[in-house]
């Protein structure tokens, strides 16, 4: 009774000086836009527009600015990680629609929702835009100004009134922390920032070099693409085999990072929210429990259902206290898991496309539409975020049941006395389920020794799919139809609780379907993974960044060799490794097209029974084989002819001429 006191206090209080965070939102806008359109004055635009000529104050100004880099980049990734933290506290929002002023009919929500979720990005657009904006003078000042403002405000209403009406004392600080460290954690990066371009401007200090189609981690990766496989691979330990081997080589997107960071927080304060008002329902339990002992002790009537019930009320109340704070705890523990579990198979996924494996993924979903993995884009970090807490609703509130399942099966029980007459229950119900799968296991092993056929090879592993004693086979099969028949309904209600069970406990799994296959197209949340990671695999490859990057590299030095006045002058030359490395591509690419001139190379003389003559017969056997392939001849040559005649005897006239010969023949 005295936390039910205590918290109505909390309830009860009012805070003079506390500030309306609401509302604070909607005003945010104000400086929120001044700030946008300054920073999109400075953009510059690539093409100009025909209201540049008519005010030319405006000639260039009013870019397009960007917030961050959702496809590609890899710069600034925590900063904009901890930027979608700060975010959080507001996301939360939405999914409340608090942030309503006035009350609007069900068929506008959606509507509603739609502004709101405008609203939350443009008074948050600032953090995003002062990061990645070319004007880091500009966007520091900004930046500290406005995570300044934020951090204030929100400090101020910690401070000024610390207690709510669901948790209680410090339950301001409790939910807002991590969005305070977030912040506290931007404005030091853009003090550093602003520093540093100061530095700069001054000359102190170099200017960071602009981002690179090709990383250095993405060369790397396309190193050990070409590198011989190591004989000996280094031995992994348990750490790298069961849970998570890191890879140099690679690194998450923006997205991914700024995603897994905006869902652990949101988790955070609902988990907290939810285990609070549970603890409310729980105290209101109590106060139902002694209104009802109010009630039949005032009726002086022990018999009474009223009187009867409350141990049970009592009994229960405590079941389910325990149980709710263990099922917290575990639904909680698994969303986590399942936020870098994500991350995990993210990479696993992304580098199978990379190398070309399509098998892991539903046959209707290898080529999904362009406008789909564009907009799945869009869609991933919100789906994310929304699967992740109602994934653990979802989640909890089964664990919660089957919680209770087991405490009134299983631990009331034992604790009443009943455990022999439990153990009893638990002993028929195992010896009855090891029957039922015994006769399975021996259905198995009698098709095994009596109705399959002997091993073809004893070398095999297996006997091969062949019946036998066909006649015995067929009354098998007769008087086992009706068996089976009875056992089935156990395995269909079996195969329901799986299902049930699975595809909840993988609710949060937006990376794994939980459909039939041949359903998958019903589940949008995996249509939505797998075009994300499509978009991915086209836009970061390292194998087409790397040689996209060769392509500008050398149309660069072309240009330049090209402009420059002493490019007659030039002794560059190819270095030995290029060189040879052209030459044996010519020398390959002129062999397919001419593939009589493989006898006219040069080679050593050798007795007719030395492994090089036999080599020298191979090669024969290839020429005739090439050439058979332009013609359509028969690809099998006797060995007399290709012994005591020349391979051009069997080509057809004008094969053995030259075709296609490339450039730089002199190099061969």
């Not at 081997?245 to 869902?263: E, Q, V």
């Not at 639904?331 to 070309?356: D, E, N, Q």
Request: hydrophobic share 45%; charged share 15%; glycine share 6%.
């Amino acid at each position: 009774m005295l936390e039910t006191e205590q918290t109505g206090s909390f309830q009860n209080e009012t805070c003079d000086s506390d500030i309306d965070m609401d509302l604070f939102l909607h005003f945010s806008l104000i400086p929120a836009l001044f700030i946008i359109v300054v920073l999109s004055f400075l953009q510059r635009r690539v093409n100009k527009m025909e209201i540049d000529e008519k005010i030319t104050f405006l000639t260039g100004h009013f870019g397009i600015i960007v917030p961050l880099d959702f496809i590609g980049s890899l710069s600034n990734r925590w900063s904009y990680g901890f930027a979608f933290g700060a975010v959080a506290s507001s996301v939360l929002i939405l999914f409340s629609e608090k942030y309503v002023p006035f009350n609007v009919p069900s068929w506008a929500k959606a509507i509603v929702s739609l502004v709101g979720a405008l609203e939350v990005g443009v008074a948050y657009y600032p953090l995003f835009i002062c990061l990645s904006t070319d004007f880091k003078v500009v966007g520091g000042v900004f930046g500290i100004l406005y995570t300044l403002t934020l951090i204030f405000v929100l400090l101020w209403n910690i401070i000024k009134c610390p207690n709510g009406s669901i948790i209680g004392k410090c339950q301001k600080l409790i939910f807002n922390w991590p969005s305070l460290i977030c912040l506290v954690f931007l404005l030091v990066r853009f003090i550093h920032m602003l520093v540093k371009a100061i530095r700069v401007n001054l000359r102190l200090d170099t200017e960071e070099e602009q981002e690179q189609i090709l990383q250095t981690h993405q060369a790397r990766h396309v190193q050990n693409l070409l590198r011989k496989p190591a004989e000996q691979k280094l031995e992994k330990n348990w750490f790298q085999r069961k849970i998570y081997d890191w890879d140099p080589n690679f690194k998450f997107p923006n997205r991914m990072i700024g995603t897994s960071i905006i869902s652990l927080i949101c988790l955070y304060i609902f988990t907290l929210a939810e285990y609070s008002v549970s603890d409310i329902a729980f105290k209101e339990l109590d106060l139902f429990k002694e209104a009802l002992k109010v009630v039949g002790e005032s009726s002086n009537d022990t018999g009474n259902i009223l009187t009867q019930s409350i141990p049970q009320i009592e009994e229960f109340n405590k079941v389910a206290k325990g149980t709710w704070f263990v099922t917290t705890f575990l639904a909680c523990a698994t969303s986590v898991t399942y936020i870098f579990h994500i991350l995990a198979c993210y990479r696993k996924h992304l580098m199978r496309l990379w190398a070309g494996q399509k098998g892991f993924l539903p046959q209707k979903f290898h080529n999904p539409s362009p406008a789909t993995s564009v907009a799945a884009i869009a869609r991933y970090s919100g789906w994310q975020i929304a699967y992740t807490l109602w994934g653990y609703l979802i989640l909890h509130f089964v664990m919660f049941i089957f919680g209770l399942c087991i405490a009134y099966g299983c631990i009331l029980p034992i604790q009443k006395g009943h455990g022999l007459k439990l153990l009893k229950g638990f002993g028929i119900s195992i010896l009855t389920i090891a029957l039922l799968i015994g006769f399975v296991i021996i259905q198995i092993v009698i098709a095994q020794i009596f109705f399959l056929q002997d091993k073809i090879s004893p070398e095999d592993k297996g006997k091969p799919l062949a019946l036998n004693n066909k006649k015995a086979f067929q009354n098998f099969s007769y008087f086992l139809l009706f068996y089976n028949a009875i056992m089935g309904l156990g395995n269909c209600i079996f195969r329901l609780i799986c299902s049930f069970v699975v595809g909840t406990w993988l609710i949060s799994r937006i990376d794994r379907t939980i459909m039939q296959r041949g359903y998958e197209g019903v589940d949008p949340g995996y249509g939505t993974w797998i075009s994300m990671i499509f978009f991915d695999h086209y836009h970061n490859n390292p194998v087409i960044l790397c040689f996209c990057h060769l392509l500008l590299a050398k149309k660069t030095i072309t240009q330049r060799k090209k402009f420059s006045l002493y490019s007659q002058f030039s002794n560059t030359s190819e270095s030995a490794v290029n060189s040879k490395v052209r030459s044996r591509w010519l020398l390959l690419y002129t062999l397919l097209n001419n593939p009589c001139l493989i006898l006219l190379r040069k080679r050593k003389t050798s007795p007719s029974n030395s492994p090089s003559c036999r080599r020298s017969l191979d090669r024969m056997t290839l020429t005739y084989r090439l050439a058979s392939r332009y013609r359509g001849m028969p690809e099998k040559p006797t060995e007399s002819s290709l012994v005591n005649g020349s391979v051009c005897a069997f080509l057809p006239q004008g094969l053995c001429e030259s075709r296609a010969v490339p450039r730089r023949r002199e190099s061969l």
